[in-house]
């Protein structure tokens, strides 16, 4: 059975609320893109300075790439099949960058962080849970990529 095989019948990764959760926090974060990936990387270069190839260069670009990942994986968050291929293609780029299996809990604990910063009181408790189901379910998909 291939690893595509496996993943065919793969439930989605969130409950249907949790699933809106992230959506709606997701179009409220969207606009302000640019800020949240300087939030994030100056989040990160604080709890994990030995990750520079993450957080140096042009962060807007970075940020263009994390927004194409999230509209993608985001748009099929109840299709995980379909969301594959930018997982997949994100773990790549994360490799290629000298991401290791070690940091998704660092990049984790920035992505939360810069959420509720970004967001203050839109991020409530329960967003919060979501996006946490949603990063350790894609984490654990990037490392097995």
Request: with cysteine; charged share 20%; aromatic share 6%.
């Amino acid at each position: 059975m291939t690893d595509t095989a496996l993943h065919m019948s793969t439930p989605p990764l969130l409950g249907s609320e949790d699933c809106e959760r992230l959506r709606e926090n997701y179009q409220q974060i969207r606009p302000i893109a640019g800020l949240a990936a300087e939030l994030f990387a100056a989040r990160l270069a604080a709890i994990a300075p030995d990750m520079p190839a993450l957080v140096t260069g042009d962060i807007q670009s970075h940020a263009a790439r994390l927004i194409e990942a999230l509209d993608h994986v985001l748009r099929y968050l109840d299709d995980p099949e379909r969301a594959l291929p930018a997982v997949r293609d994100l773990a790549a780029r994360g490799v290629a960058n000298g991401m290791t299996p070690a940091m998704y809990e660092p990049v984790g604990e920035a992505l939360i962080c810069t959420l509720a910063r970004s967001l203050d009181e839109g991020f409530t408790p329960a967003h919060r849970t979501a996006w946490q189901a949603f990063y350790t379910a894609l984490s654990e998909e990037m490392v097995r990529s």
